[in-house]
């Protein structure tokens, strides 16, 4: 059951809501999307399987809004980041929220109710951290914070550390590994035959899942 | 003539033994020969476990500092480092507590970021990863499965 908690944390990550005009208190933003997010996972008529396609797209466009894709990216390339091209820079930035998405949307289709606690944040310039705790329905508490920083007046999350274990700090050893023993090229081939496997898999793994 | 040799030989084998004392002191002692060529950068962890004063540092596996204190700051564990000044830290590093092996000692790494700012002398690394508590999580597995 912790497992599929944990999966759903990660998950969560991608659902954290809509853009918003005001600059606020990240709290307070971070939870205004979220029980967005919720909302349209706990709505009946969307958890029908004919609905799955609608659902994720919905889901998709509320984590592109709100998560800093870039950011990410660029933090998860480190020091690989700045030996890229503008155009290589773009696709790396598309592959990688590729590779988030696949990762983690089919996952958040497990939410089954879990409650998230608000547990504090803090405030460093134009850099806040957010703590929360997902509660599963089972009582068990994970951890869950969210790294977020300010961009033109908007909160914006890029990294998120789940019991302790960071996003950025998991892809960045991984990227980092496998540009130093092959290339950059191999890393990005490797990002794109991923996307695509996915992208054939998907319509039959959904229905055996079902 | 015999007991010169003899008392030579004791001597030369005294000043050995204590060169290889002093050799041991410093390597025990952790003394830092980078003293005046080091800076301090500090970070805040939810919980260092296991992280003690002196503990190292490292860059891919290479030492490059020592946790220089530990302290209590706001229920949030604050720690020193002092790191080679040839090192520069960028402001996007990560700090992680990581364990040598599966039970050995903790030590503090640091996976490099690629941002143009570099974090200056007493500056903070903000991005920290605490350590993974396994027995926690182990009983989170064992109290989770009902």
């Given at each position: 059951m912790a497992t599929r908690g944990l999966a759903l944390a990660a998950g969560l990550l991608l659902l954290l809501g809509a853009p918003r005009a005001w600059a606020g208190v990240p709290t307070d933003q971070l939870k205004a999307q979220i029980d967005r997010a919720i909302k349209i996972l706990e709505n009946v008529e969307n958890?029908?399987?004919?609905?799955v396609q609608e659902r994720r797209a919905a889901v998709r466009k509320i984590a592109n809004e709100i998560f800093d894709f870039g950011e990410t990216a660029q933090r998860s390339l480190a020091?690989?980041?700045?030996?890229?091209t503008p155009a290589e820079r773009e696709e790396f930035v598309r592959l990688f929220a590729d590779l988030l998405e696949r990762s983690y949307i089919s996952r958040?289709?497990?939410?089954?109710g879990e409650k998230i606690t608000y547990v504090g944040e803090t405030i460093d310039g134009d850099q806040a951290v957010v703590r929360t705790k997902l509660v599963t329905n089972q009582g068990t508490e994970i951890p869950v914070e969210y790294r977020m920083h300010l961009r033109d007046g908007k909160w914006l999350v890029y990294d998120v550390v789940i019991e302790g274990v960071s996003l950025i700090a998991n892809y960045r050893a991984q990227f980092n590994k496998i540009i130093t023993t092959s290339s950059y090229e191999e890393l990005v081939k490797k990002m794109k035959t991923r996307q695509e496997e996915f992208q054939q898999d998907e319509p039959s793994k959904r229905t055996s899942q079902r | 003539m015999e007991r010169t040799r003899v008392n030579i030989a004791v001597g030369v084998f005294l000043l050995i033994g204590i060169a290889a004392l002093g050799y041991l002191s410093i390597k025990l002692g952790r003394?830092?020969?980078f003293g005046g060529g080091a800076y301090e950068v500090i970070a805040d962890f939810?919980?260092?476990?296991?992280?003690?004063?002196?503990s190292a540092v490292e860059i891919a596996g290479v030492e490059?500092?020592?946790?220089e204190a530990i302290k209590l700051v706001e229920y949030q564990a604050r720690v020193t480092l002092r790191i080679e000044s040839s090192v520069k830290l960028q402001e996007d590093s990560i700090a992680s507590i990581k364990?040598?092996?599966?039970?050995g000692e903790k030590y503090l790494r640091i996976s490099p970021?690629?941002?143009?700012k570099i974090i200056p002398?007493?500056?903070?690394?903000r991005e920290v990863e605490a350590p993974v508590d396994f027995e926690e999580l182990l009983s989170k597995y064992i109290f989770g499965k009902v």
């Open positions: 958890k029908k399987d004919t609905k020091r690989h980041w700045a030996s890229r958040i289709e497990l939410y089954g | 003394v830092s020969f939810p919980s260092v476990g296991g992280l003690k004063a002196g490059i500092g020592r946790v364990t040598k092996g599966l039970i970021g690629g941002s143009d002398p007493k500056g903070r690394i």
